[in-house]
C-alpha cells in the first residue's frame, strides 16, 4: 500500500478539479472558471463527490441575510445604538 501526505493529495486533488472545470469550460465555450464549473465537476465525479460530498463552497459575491448592526465594525460602540444597553448591574 503506496501512503502519500496530505499535500501530495491536496495537490492531486487540485489539479484534477481544475482540469476537470477547465475542460469543461472549454466544452461550453466559455472563458472562466466560475464556482458553477467547480461544482458541477465535483457532483458529477465518484471520487470527488465522494470525498467533497458534504462540503459547502460559499460563494464571495453573495452575502448571507445578516443583520447590518451585526456585520458594522462600530456596532454597539455608539451610545443609544440598539443593542448597546450594558447587561451589567
Known amino acids: 500500500m503506496v501512503r502519500m501526505s496530505n499535500e501530495k493529495v491536496g495537490k492531486k486533488t487540485r489539479r ?3 482540469e476537470l472545470a477547465g475542460n469543461m469550460v ?8 466560475i464556482l458553477r464549473h467547480i461544482q458541477l465537476v465535483v457532483r458529477n465525479n465518484k471520487k470527488l463527490s465522494k470525498l467533497l460530498g458534504t462540503v459547502t463552497v460559499a460563494n464571495y ?15 454597539g460602540k455608539e451610545k443609544g445604538d440598539i443593542g448597546s444597553a450594558s447587561q451589567e448591574f
Open 26 to 33: 472549454r466544452d461550453n465555450k466559455k472563458n472562466r472558471i
Open 61 to 75: 459575491s453573495i452575502l448571507p441575510n445578516i443583520h447590518q448592526t451585526l456585520l458594522s465594525s462600530k456596532a
Open 16 to 18: 484534477m478539479v481544475l
